[in-house]
């Protein structure tokens, strides 16, 4: 399956997924990585690794529908056939989520529902939880919304700052975001009534579990 990569930074989650690519068995590649900031570390990370990038800087268009529209063209251009955003800093307009409904998927540092947002791990500190985690999930209008693929949940401990946090979680990132396009690349993911089902499904004992039908 070919993947476009949305990214806005860093681009760790960007380095899993190329890591990930790289292994002899992964069912997908990324044929674009697409940045609306030109200096995005991310993109770097994609030329070193042979991969075409395209950065759009959202500036230089009138309003967020037509730079919307330019990344579509650019994603179509690439025939990218699933959109990963991976700390892509920008809201998307409606038209372009509907555009790509059902091949758009996001990672985000909480246990989706809770802690949607900016600033979640000071959030989840000051709430004072136990756990918290990681979650990658298709992209619906609403921000940090939508049938939610997997999860990973690590413990918050009581001495911890929000930087301790969101390094434990963004480790577990690097591990989930190449499974969820692992699932669906190999074509086992289906949303029914909003919830994602998974065609063997392995579960933390090592077994493997389909949905009911
Ligand atoms: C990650 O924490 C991701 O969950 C969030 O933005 C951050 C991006 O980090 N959406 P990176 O650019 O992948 O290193």
Redesign the pocket.
């Known amino acids: 399956m070919k993947l476009a990569v949305l990214?806005s930074?860093?681009?760790?989650?960007?380095q899993a997924l190329i890591d990930a690519c790289k292994t002899d068995d992964f069912p997908a590649e990324i044929v674009l990585v697409l940045s609306n900031k030109e200096d995005a570390y991310?993109l770097e990370r994609a030329q070193a690794a042979d991969i075409p990038t395209a950065a759009l800087d959202h500036k230089n268009f009138e309003d967020r529908e037509s730079f919307d529209t330019a990344m579509s063209e650019q994603i179509d251009a690439s025939g990218a056939e699933l959109v990963c955003l991976?700390?892509f800093m920008r809201l998307l307009s409606d038209g372009f989520v509907r555009r790509w409904r059902d091949r758009l998927i996001?990672?985000?540092?909480s246990l989706l529902p809770a802690f949607k947002g900016l600033h979640v791990h000071e959030r989840v500190i000051e709430e004072g939880a136990r756990f918290s985690g990681?979650t990658v999930h298709f992209v619906r209008p609403a921000m940090d919304e939508g049938p939610i693929i997997t999860q990973a949940v690590v413990p918050v401990h009581p001495d911890d700052e929000p930087d301790d946090l969101?390094a434990r979680i963004?480790e577990q990132?690097h591990v989930i975001y190449p499974r969820a396009v692992r699932y669906i690349a190999e074509g086992r993911v289906r949303i029914s009534a909003e919830r994602v089902l998974i065609e063997n499904h392995q579960l933390p004992d090592g077994s493997l579990r389909s949905p009911a039908r």
């Open positions: 990214v930074g860093r681009g760790s989650n960007l991310g991976a700390g996001n990672i985000h540092p990681c969101a963004l990132e």
